[in-house]
């Protein structure tokens, strides 16, 4: 009798965490979209910048001046390297630091890298966007208004790329759509019988 009734305690408590779970799982909010900057994605922004593998304080600076070790060559070839922590055009947007470092800009095109970093999830590249664009001082009060429509007109273009794709191609030409390396065995010199004494 008695242990009849701590047994359907025990199942009563079952249910009830339960049922708390799903009502947690129930409320907690939608995760941002990969393009919003949150307190998250802006703290892994810099660290994505600082270890990237494509040494982004190579050329952009430790201290995000433009003075990295090779921005001094780069600028003898007439490149000048920004520095995200300067003022930035009231029609700049962090869309045009993801497109930077996806695709690349006009003057980039003779970089080794292209400067289009696309092994960096487009998840990475937002919150490195969204990162060193939040290094610019804030725009002058009489240019808030400009800023504002220039950051919504880009919104919506990112909007309407991410309805149709998880990733935003950009021209990207997507690996099942490259050309096939050649098969193994149609190489010349390819040879899988090793050879006889
Ligand atoms: C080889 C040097 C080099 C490396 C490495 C490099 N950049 Fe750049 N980056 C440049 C130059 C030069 C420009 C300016 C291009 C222009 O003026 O059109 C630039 C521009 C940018 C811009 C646009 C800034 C603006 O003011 O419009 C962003 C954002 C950016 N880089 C991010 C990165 C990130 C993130 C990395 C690492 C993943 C990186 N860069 C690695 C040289 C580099």
Request: with cysteine; aromatic share 10%.
């Amino acid at each position: 009798m008695f242990r009849g009734k701590a047994k359907e305690m025990q199942s009563n408590k079952f249910i009830i965490s339960g049922i708390l779970i799903l009502a947690i799982a129930a409320c907690s909010p939608e995760p941002a979209p990969i393009h919003e900057a949150t307190p998250e994605s802006l703290y892994k922004g810099s660290i994505y910048y600082a270890s990237s593998e494509y040494n982004c304080k190579n050329c952009h600076g430790t201290a995000w001046d433009g003075n990295g070790p090779e921005a001094k060559a780069l600028k003898e070839q007439g490149l000048e390297v920004p520095a995200f922590t300067d003022a930035t055009a009231p029609e700049v947007t962090p869309v045009d630091y993801f497109k930077a470092m996806t695709v690349g800009t006009d003057k980039t095109k003779e970089l080794p890298s292209g400067h289009a970093y696309q092994s960096h999830t487009d998840r990475a590249r937002w919150a490195m966007a969204h990162y060193l664009y939040s290094l610019a001082p804030p725009v002058a009060e009489k240019d808030a208004a400009k800023r504002k429509a220039a950051i919504h007109a880009a919104m919506e273009e990112v909007k309407k790329a991410y309805a149709t794709s998880r990733r935003w191609n950009m021209g990207y030409t997507p690996i099942s759509e490259r050309p096939q390396s050649p098969k193994l065995e149609d190489m010349s010199g390819y040879n899988p019988a090793p050879a006889e004494e």
